[in-house]
């Protein structure tokens, strides 16, 4: 006997035996369901049976026969209707356990998102991609067959999604592109930090996105519930159906706010704050010119997050005014870092120890936060050291900066595009998908071992665009992304120490070293960040201009040539 919990009420399994029965009950199940009809198998005990020994030790039995691949939608209401009925715990059976896990789905349609319905069934083991539209269309069975269909569908409308829609542009002017983003706001996530530091007015990181999506492109104001990609065919909210010749997948990533216990009641108050968020980056400013003493917390969580230096670009540029103010003495600087180093490429490390030095920051690794109390003005952290037993600790703080924890958007999470981790499963050079040949992804949704940030994505546009322009006039792969990434570490008003590196940590710096030497705090790499980065984003790289971001091309040493 095999169980497969779905809820704290429900668990199924494939079939069972009558001397099953007595261990159902020992596990504490007080109702059995058979989804299975009699007859099905040579060797399957009837249910007469199965009740027989049920009834014998006084546990409900309910036979509610589904033929396999034909549930009905009238039937997946009648399951969810005994559920309600029948005494809870209940232990549902049929051959394999997928009738009654499609039947709970479907019963579930209308009061659980898809994604989490997907989510539970794949941890159970079932995979329910075969009536995810039934499922997005609230458990019943879709009428509507016309669906909409393009050359290429590209799935988020970032900056990804917007600028790979402009070099596909650039290459091929009659594809017929649809992109698909509900958002009426596009932002430019880099500015933040400098908003959080009084630098960039909030207004200049934010345009309409219809005035970004390039010409000729169908932009399709929906959420992506689900993904079927034998069918070429992707779901939206609601049950729509946009069907596909070839899909590009770049929707970024989610910010799990609700990770941290009690952080999302007392964000924009209390002293929280976070530069990941549109609304609060300005909060941090208010916060830091108001904090004359005290103890400043500024959190990083577990990898992989957007921008692996931003958490610490807040602690640095908060820092440098209070030593402007001269009070950085009055000021307790803590960085709770979950991870076990400063960053992940050590050249940079010594000159970002020297700002950790001058602003007499402590450096508490292995610090993952995981609750927050903002009336009590207290952080408590999940604290893992090395050949250490684990320990919480609870700390007050004046003002906190937290980065939210990360993962792939649940709707990818549940998808078959996912790997084990839930981010979408490419090959890291051509970016094209391992299992399913008419896909591709970038951005910060995919699980190339790169860092995450609008640099990156700038260097991956170019290469998907030409690696599906290849793909469609019949060719092998044409550009190589070689992992290339950029983290301007802002560490005072004026200077920033600009980390540029590829796979494996290589430094790949664009500019040559006696322009501005990555590995040292420059001016020259201030200028780029406040003047020149912003107009390259809206005016070069949403519009498809691949200024300094040609696409490698494919050598034979690339494992996807």
């Not at 549902?92 to 349609?109: D, E, I, K, P």
């Not at 770049?250 to 990941?276: E, F, I, R």
């Not at 406040?530 to 005016?539: D, Q, S």
Request: hydrophobic share 40%.
């Amino acid at each position: 006997m095999e169980l497969r919990k779905l809820t704290e009420t429900l668990t199924v399994s494939p079939q069972i035996a009558p001397e099953d029965v007595q261990k159902i009950k020992d596990a504490g199940f007080r109702s059995i369901v058979c989804n299975r009809p009699d007859g099905e198998g040579n060797d399957q005990p009837t249910f007469e049976e199965i009740e027989m020994a049920a009834k014998e030790i006084g546990l409900e039995c309910l036979y509610q026969p589904v033929t396999s691949g034909m549930v009905q939608d009238e039937q997946a209401e009648e399951f969810g209707t005994a559920l309600t009925h029948l005494p809870g715990p209940v232990f549902a059976y049929c051959r394999t356990g997928t009738r009654c896990t499609t039947l709970w789905s479907l019963s579930h349609a209308k009061d659980m998102p898809a994604s989490e319905i997907l989510g539970t069934a794949k941890a159970a083991g079932y995979d329910m991609g075969g009536v995810v539209r039934r499922i997005v269309n609230g458990g019943k069975t879709p009428t509507d067959t016309g669906d909409a269909k393009f050359d290429v569908v590209i799935v988020g409308g970032g900056a990804g999604g917007i600028a790979v829609a402009s070099s596909l542009k650039s290459r091929m002017r009659d594809l017929e592109i649809a992109l698909i983003d509900p958002a009426d706001i596009h932002y430019y996530q880099p500015g933040w930090t400098m908003v959080g530091a009084g630098i960039f007015d909030p207004a200049t990181t934010a345009r309409t996105m219809g005035s970004l999506i390039p010409k000729g492109v169908h932009w399709i104001k929906s959420a992506v519930a689900a993904f079927e990609p034998k069918n070429n065919a992707v779901i939206l909210d609601g049950c729509r159906v946009v069907k596909y010749d070839r899909l590009i997948v770049c929707p970024g990533l989610k910010l799990d706010w609700h990770a941290v216990d009690g952080l999302v009641d007392t964000l924009g108050k209390n002293g929280v704050t976070s530069n990941y968020r549109y609304d609060l980056a300005p909060y941090t400013w208010e916060l830091v010119q108001g904090l004359k003493q005290g103890r400043a917390l500024f959190t990083q969580p577990p990898m992989p997050i957007k921008c692996a230096g931003a958490p610490q670009k807040a602690l640095y540029l908060s820092g440098d005014h209070w030593y402007r103010e001269e009070i950085i003495g009055n000021i307790d600087i803590q960085f709770m870092n979950a991870g076990g180093v400063l960053f992940g490429v050590k050249d940079y490390v010594p000159a970002l120890m020297e700002y950790v030095k001058k602003y007499d920051a402590t450096l508490n690794y292995f610090h993952n936060l995981v609750s927050i109390d903002g009336p009590a003005k207290t952080a408590t952290f999940e604290v893992k050291k090395p050949d250490a037993e684990p320990e919480t600790i609870t700390t007050e703080f004046d003002m906190i900066h937290v980065c939210p924890p990360q993962t792939a958007p649940d709707f990818i999470r549940v998808s078959p595009l996912a790997d084990a981790a839930g981010w979408v499963d490419v090959d890291q050079i051509t970016l094209r998908h391992t299992e399913y040949e008419n896909v591709w992804s970038l951005g910060d949704v995919m699980n190339a071992p790169n860092a995450k940030t609008a640099a990156a994505a700038r260097m991956q546009a170019p290469v998907v665009a030409a690696n599906v322009t290849a793909d469609i006039l019949g060719g092998n792969p044409q550009g190589a992304y070689n992992g290339y990434g950029s983290c301007p570490l802002t560490v005072e008003r004026g200077k920033i120490v600009l980390a540029e590196f590829g796979y494996g940590g290589t430094l790949m710096p664009i500019l040559p070293k006696w322009l501005i030497n990555g590995t040292k705090p420059t001016r020259a790499a201030w200028i780029l960040k406040e003047l020149l980065l912003p107009p390259v984003y809206w005016g070069a790289m949403l519009k498809g201009r691949e200024w300094m971001a040609k696409p490698e091309k494919i050598t034979g040493d690339d494992s996807s040539a």
